[in-house]
Every structure is written in C-alpha cells, then in structure tokens.
C-alpha cells in the first residue's frame, strides 16, 4: 500500500522559504510509472496544482507560481521536496503530496500539512 | 489558466441521482481524456473517485461515475447517501502540460 507523509515547519515568516519534505513508502520514488506532485488548498477555498516532479528529475509549475518553486527528488531517502520562495500571507495553505500515475490520476494523497505565512 | 467552472452547490435526498458539472476548453477538458475527480470530506485531503473521465479506482463504490461531452465533464452519483455529503472537485490535464482544477461543487443530502 502507498502512503505519503508531508513534513515541515507549520509556520513561515513573510518574504522567506517555505519548505516542505513528502515521505513516500510503498512505492519507488525512482519508478518510470510514477510523477510526483504538490497541491495546496487555501483555507476554505478551493484545489491548486503547483507543480509535478518526475523520476528523471524534470519538473513542471505552476505558470502562477513559477518563478517561485523548486521541487527536487532525494531517492536515497524516498523523498521529494517543495521549496517556495518569497511567501506572504497569500501562501497560508494546507499543502499537500501526490502519486501521479496518469495524466489524469493523482492517488493517493498525504494527509496535507497546514504552513501559515506570518510574523 | 482559468479554474474549471463547477457548479458552487448540488443537493439530493437520499436514493437520488445527482450530476455535478466541470466545464472547461478545448485546451483542457475538451482536448484531453485526463479529467478526474475528487471527494473531499471536511478537514480531510481528497479522494480519487474517478480518473482519466470514466475510471473508478479499486474500492471506490460504483454508485459514482464520470463522462465527457466536449468540454464538459461530468460527475454522476446514483443512489445518493448521506456519506456522499463532502465537496467535490474536478481536474483536467491542460496543453501546457499543467493541470487546473474546477471552483469546487458542496453536495448536500437532504
């Protein structure tokens, strides 16, 4: 069974680095089947795709969020990560981690982690 | 990138069928076979419940299904429970090898 977990700070101050680590088990991370991907969900408010990750190490963002994100692959320890730069309160979310196994099949899901951007 | 227009509520009593809407462009739902389908209980992440427009995921209740017509993808649920009352959200592949995701349907069980 696949299980993700998102770790990471719950609090980030305006105009620094948000970042985020995804633990996968139960899948290889290095899999050619397999893209890695984050969402996030405002509070109260809808879905947002941020960005994709495949095992090739070649990544897809946001238009919106482009100039902002990194995401990288750490396969010695089944990981993926999200780094946002610049945050302002805006950025205040419940981010989560995806398995992308389709194009259009994101499963399953990590339980979301909540990063509020304040001072 | 526009958000995929979703209806903001759907409603239904219990045995009912009820259809949620996702209307897009040719350049995402209309030009792809990638829309899915999420349920999303409060305070919960989301669920797959259908994948590449009419695919159920193992253990997902065949009470739910998907379609498409041009560039609108829809989300049927049949026999309607209480269990069902949760938001849902569409998502759609898009040409510029992005993905972008509907303003979300509240679907409540009268």
């Known amino acids: 069974q696949v299980h993700l977990q998102e770790s990471g700070p719950g609090l980030v101050k305006p105009s620094e680095t ?4 995804c633990t996968v088990s139960g899948a290889s991370i290095s899999s050619s089947d397999s893209n890695w991907v984050w969402f996030r969900q405002p509070p109260g408010k809808g879905l947002e795709w941020i960005g994709s990750i495949k095992s090739s190490g070649r990544t897809y963002y946001n238009p919106s969020l482009k100039s902002r994100v990194t995401m990288s692959l750490d396969t010695s320890k089944s990981q993926f990560s999200l780094e946002l ?3 302002t309160a805006a950025d205040t979310a419940v981010f989560y981690c995806a398995r992308r196994l389709t194009r259009g099949r ?5 339980q979301g982690t909540l990063v509020t951007v304040s001072s | 990138q526009s958000a995929l227009t979703q209806p903001a509520s759907v409603s239904g009593s219990p045995g ?3 259809t949620i809407s996702c209307t897009g462009t040719s350049s995402d739902v209309g030009g792809y076979n990638s829309v899915s389908w999420y349920q999303q209980h409060p305070g919960k992440a989301p669920k797959l419940m259908i994948y590449d ?5 193992s253990g997902v209740s065949n009470r739910f299904s998907g ?3 041009g560039n609108t993808a829809s ?6 429970q ?3 009352e949760a938001d849902y959200y569409c998502s759609s592949y898009t040409t510029s090898d992005t993905y972008v995701f509907g303003t979300g349907t509240k679907v409540t069980v009268l």
């Not at chain 1, 994101?106 to 990590?110: E, H, Q, R, T």
């Not at chain 2, 427009?53 to 995921?57: L, M």
């Not at chain 2, 989300?75 to 309607?80: D, H, K, N, V, Y």
């Open chain 2, 16 to 18: 009912q069928s009820i």
């Open chain 2, 67 to 69: 379609s498409k017509s």
């Open chain 1, 18 to 21: 948000l970042s985020l680590t």
């Open chain 2, 53 to 57: 427009v009419t695919n159920r995921p």
């Open chain 2, 82 to 84: 209480a269990e069902d």
């Open chain 1, 85 to 87: 730069r610049s945050v």
């Open chain 2, 75 to 80: 989300l049927t649920i049949s026999g309607l």
């Open chain 1, 106 to 110: 994101f499963d399953p899901w990590g």
